[in-house]
């Protein structure tokens, strides 16, 4: 986690907006959407308070590119398993599937920021949008791997049972004191997709 600034600082604008984001996401990890203010944002920023309405429209649209940032992490920690799992087809795809049960991914804070995404999604229709993006960019990325180990399969709904599944899995472990390990969460994802797919 960043450290918070004691005083206003002076950056150049795409780091502004950029300590802004991340501040939001801090903010919601810390307070839930509730405790989400244009002041809090500020203040967790260091940065004065009417600086958050130049570049966002308001607390909502810091909020939405909250989302869309931290949607990036967890897609850039999902590109990085699949990279490192080498180069066989059903490998590349459980690690993408299981990638989510270890840090950056499953991790207190980030569960507590997407909880606080999540209870938005029905009364911010911005907010909807982005998570139903990140939702689609995450199962299209299941449909892509499991065209390459599976080619010919129609692999819509087998992305969709495995993100039920993964959201599952990730959310308990992310809770803390799941009644499961990490290693058996994989093992689960794995059974899954053989049963599925095998």
């Known amino acids: 986690m960043a450290s918070r600034q004691s005083a206003f600082t002076r950056s150049a604008p795409d780091e502004r907006r950029h300590s802004l984001i991340e501040a939001t996401a801090r903010c919601l990890a810390e307070r839930g959407a509730a405790g989400v203010s244009v002041r809090t944002i500020c203040a967790e920023a260091g940065v004065s308070p009417g600086l958050l309405r130049h570049y966002f429209a308001g607390v909502s649209d810091a909020i939405a590119e909250a989302y869309r940032w931290t949607g990036t992490k967890v897609a850039l920690a999902l590109s990085e398993a699949v990279a490192a799992a080498g180069p066989h087809p059903r490998a590349r795809l459980l690690a993408y599937l299981t990638a989510s049960f270890r840090p950056p991914i499953a991790h207190p804070?980030?569960?507590?920021?997407?909880?606080?995404?999540?209870?938005l999604t029905r009364s911010d229709p911005a907010i909807a949008v982005v998570h139903q993006?990140?939702?689609?960019?995450?199962?299209?990325?299941?449909?892509?791997?499991?065209?390459?180990?599976?080619p010919g399969t129609d692999p819509r709904l087998p992305a969709v049972a495995l993100t039920a599944l993964i959201d599952g899995l990730w959310l308990e472990l992310s809770l803390g004191?799941?009644?499961?390990?990490p290693e058996e969460a994989e093992r689960l994802v794995g059974l899954w997709l053989d049963g599925l797919l095998g």
């Open 133 to 150: 993006d990140i939702y689609r960019d995450f199962r299209s990325g299941i449909e892509a791997l499991v065209d390459e180990w599976r």
């Open 109 to 119: 804070e980030l569960l507590a920021t997407w909880i606080a995404f999540w209870s």
């Open 177 to 181: 004191h799941a009644p499961f390990t």
